[in-house]
């Protein structure tokens, strides 16, 4: 099993920039790949940021020349800094992580709060 926990939410002014984090534990060697998704009140969860073992990565357009998603080495920690913040960016971010052999759905953190207002 793997342990997600995510820090570095907040509050934030338009415009400002976050550094979240997501911390793993347990068997993080099976980890393959590990994705960002936020949810905001009355909406999907949707997929904002991910990075594989090779180093690729993946944006979703709105966020797309604002927010970089990078990790160690190890796996053990995977960060997302986010600028440029809008109020549109306001949600709960979860980290999770796609593992092999295969766990449907990944795993998953608790979630950050992230909070884009003046």
């Known amino acids: 099993q793997v342990q997600l926990v995510e820090s570095g939410g907040g509050l934030v002014q338009p415009g400002g920039s976050l550094r979240l984090s997501c911390a793993a534990s347990g068997s993080i060697r099976s980890i393959v790949g590990m994705r960002w998704y936020r949810q905001s009140p009355g909406k999907q969860r949707e997929l904002v940021a991910a990075?594989?073992?090779?180093?690729?990565?993946h944006y979703a357009d709105s966020v797309k020349g604002r927010f970089t998603i990078s990790r160690d080495s190890a796996w053990s920690t995977v960060y997302m800094y986010m600028h440029s913040l809008q109020s549109e960016d306001t949600a709960v971010y979860y980290c999770?992580?796609?593992?092999?052999?295969?766990?449907?759905?990944?795993?998953w953190g608790q979630g950050t709060q992230v909070t884009v207002s003046s």
């Open positions: 999770n992580a796609k593992v092999v052999p295969l766990v449907p759905g990944g795993y």
């Open positions: 990075v594989t073992n090779g180093g690729f990565t």
